[in-house]
């Protein structure tokens, strides 16, 4: 399973990624997509430590570059509420982690670099460190599939329930450099099929995620 851009908005922190360039005020984006889940629920029920929240927030700083490893970590700021985004020109790529099966490694524009272990300041939970990246790689593909945007998730997570999420959407996530092939597998690839630019807004209020799939 698993080891191993941004304007801000109301109360939210502003990141920026390399791929992500200001919007024209004469082109207003259009929804094209969307999926939202409770990041409360993602034992199934309210638990005191939730290790798995924890575990999407910080994989959504890694991605942002807010933080880059364990050092920069600071809980506090990761859990406030925030918006941020990343975006993909026509033909340009979103890969889930960085050891990427070769077919998809062309033209890869946004990438998180984390493994989601121990030493990047992943949480334990349920055998395993970064448990939750799983459900944030569904939310994603989700969103991807329901905006008709190419995402394609190697290898599914139906072994195991992702409350919120149906199993056609689950996707399995794994990063290790000892296992470079079970890791591209365990990836999730999309890539922008559409004859615009697209943008992923990713929208956190303290206890719900919605990501939102924008056509400029």
Known sequence: MIQTAFVSFLTAS??????VSAVPVENTPIEIGSASMSLNNRYGYDAPENAYKDNILLNLAYLSGEVKSRKDIDWRKIRKPFTLQFS?????????HDLID???????AVTAHTNFGAGDGYKFADGLYGMGVCHLASLIHKAALSAGVESIAPVNHDFFVIPEISKEYGVAIYSSPDAPEASAKQNLYIKNNLDSRIDFRFDFDGDNLKVIVFKS
């Open 14 to 19: 502003i990141l920026t990624l390399s791929a």
């Open 88 to 96: 993909l020109e026509p033909g340009q790529r979103f890969a889930y």
């Open 102 to 108: 070769p077919q998809y490694k062309d033209n890869v």
